[in-house]
């Protein structure tokens, strides 16, 4: 089991299927389910599938997405919303990929790698009690952290030319630097997929294939990054700290008063007052 965690729009889904497409499983079939889009009371027919009559709207049997992904993977975005009377469920069929479908007594074996994915701060929610610890710990063989874009800029430039290359049609695209420049400013709170989008966008409006600032929508064009928070110092300390990085540079007291453009009794008598 892989367990993959980060920001929405970093792009889980697509490490999931490089997962899948890189494993011995790839010719089978990748199975994805969104557990925050299911209701509660359609949960386990969605996952074990039932049989016609188990309940008043199976009007025909249906097969559930463990059967659909075995051989393959199985992809549970949003995890750890999926309610904790289906978590134990899950669990007891992790334990020996065994199942029943909803209205019947025959039990089912399939072969699948669950891969799972979520948004949320997974140890909030185990102190919380919202998510159990004995299924979070059948669902985390290995687990993967993605980092939102905003701190990983230098990935910029590689998306970009993904997409173009994936979005173009094969056009030659220039790009203006200051377009990159903004680009690279930006935060992306909607990470990958909202950047994305974003290029999706550009190279519509890129009549001439150039890609060009004003192209840009207004939230980037306008973008102020968020100022960070200096305690303004007193002279004194900025003093003190500009001599004590002098001193760790020059080699002898004299060679430190000629850089710092004062004589060698201001310097003695500033390294007392300073305590250096």
Not at 92 to 118: C, H, P, W, Y
Request: proline fraction near 4%; aromatic fraction near 10%.
């Amino acid at each position: 089991t892989v367990l993959i965690t980060g920001e929405s729009g970093t792009g889980k889904e697509l490490l999931a299927r490089f997962i899948h497409a890189n494993s011995s499983r790839k010719d089978n079939p990748f199975v994805a389910i969104n557990c925050s889009a299911i209701p509660e009371n359609l949960f386990e027919s969605e996952l074990f599938g039932h049989v016609k009559g188990a309940f008043t709207t199976a009007i025909k049997d249906r097969t559930g997405r463990l059967e659909l992904a075995d051989g393959g993977t199985l992809f549970l975005d949003e995890v750890a919303d999926i309610p904790k009377q289906m978590q134990v469920k899950l669990l007891r069929f992790l334990q020996n990929m065994e199942f029943e479908r909803i209205g019947e007594s025959i039990t089912r074996k399939v072969d699948v790698r669950i891969i799972s994915a979520t948004n949320r701060k997974v140890e909030k929610d185990l102190s919380s009690g919202e998510l159990r610890e004995d299924f979070y710990y059948r669902i985390v063989g290995v687990r993967f952290y993605i980092p939102p874009l905003r701190e990983r800029k230098e990935d910029i430039e590689t998306l970009l030319q993904y997409f173009i290359s994936k979005y173009g049609n094969e056009r030659k695209i220039f790009i203006e630097e200051e377009t990159k420049k903004l680009l690279q400013d930006y935060d992306w709170p909607g990470n990958v997929r909202e950047f994305e989008t974003v290029v999706k966008r550009l190279l519509v409006f890129a009549k001439d294939n150039i890609i060009r600032p004003e192209y840009l929508p207004n939230e980037i064009r306008n973008f102020v990054g968020k100022a960070t928070q200096v305690n303004p110092q007193k002279i004194d300390e900025l003093e003190k700290q500009h001599i004590i990085d002098v001193l760790k540079i020059a080699p002898t007291a004299k060679e430190a008063a000629k850089i710092l453009g004062i004589s060698e009794t201001t310097l003695w008598r500033k390294r007392k007052l300073y305590g250096l």
